[in-house]
């Protein structure tokens, strides 16, 4: 299986346990806020991924973490479904996978602007009204 098969398998099932709790954004911010940790911290995500080491350490190392960031206790069953599975290297792809499905789901657009120079604030308004436009859609804008 794919690295992009196993994290859209692995987000899907995320989100459908996610809307049966009605929790789809809690459990997105909570996912996004792991990745960014495990992406900044080499050494964490190499002892996480690591087959040599204990699998009871890097559960203790996971719930330490889920504790810390209070996470809720789905969203730390799943980091432990994924360490035990020898699949929280995918986790990064599971938030982007997740992130793209929920909005889908929700009917949110996220779009960035770049441009030459900085776009006034009102600039950027004015792009986000002409959007609101559109029937049964959100958009999350940011500008570069």
């Given at each position: 299986?794919?690295?992009?098969?196993?994290?859209?398998?692995?987000?899907?099932?995320?989100?459908?346990?996610?809307?049966?709790?009605?929790?789809?954004?809690?459990?997105?911010?909570e996912?996004?806020?792991?990745?960014?940790?495990?992406?900044?911290?080499?050494?964490?995500?190499l002892?996480?991924?690591?087959?040599?080491?204990?699998?009871?350490?890097?559960?203790?190392?996971?719930?330490?973490?889920?504790?810390?960031?209070?996470?809720?206790?789905?969203?730390?069953k799943?980091?432990?479904?994924?360490?035990?599975?020898?699949?929280?290297?995918?986790?990064?792809?599971?938030?982007?996978?997740?992130r793209?499905?929920?909005?889908?789901?929700?009917?949110?657009?996220?779009?960035?602007?770049?441009?030459?120079?900085?776009?006034?604030?009102?600039?950027?308004?004015?792009?986000?009204?002409?959007?609101?436009?559109?029937?049964?859609?959100?958009?999350?804008l940011?500008?570069?």
């Amino acid at each position: 299986m794919s690295n992009s098969a196993i994290s859209i398998r692995y987000a899907k099932a995320l989100l459908n346990i996610a809307s049966e709790e009605k929790r789809v954004e809690q459990y997105a911010e909570e996912l996004a806020g792991v990745a960014a940790i495990l992406k900044r911290e080499d050494l964490l995500r190499l002892l996480l991924d690591s087959p040599t080491f204990p699998l009871e350490k890097k559960s203790a190392i996971m719930r330490d973490i889920v504790v810390q960031m209070k996470l809720s206790e789905g969203m730390g069953k799943f980091l432990d479904l994924l360490l035990k599975k020898g699949r929280i290297i995918y986790l990064p792809q599971i938030d982007f996978n997740y992130r793209k499905f929920a909005d889908d789901k929700s009917g949110v657009v996220r779009a960035r602007i770049t441009a030459a120079n900085e776009l006034a604030e009102d600039r950027v308004e004015a792009i986000k009204k002409g959007w609101k436009s559109r029937p049964a859609s959100r958009l999350c804008l940011t500008s570069k």
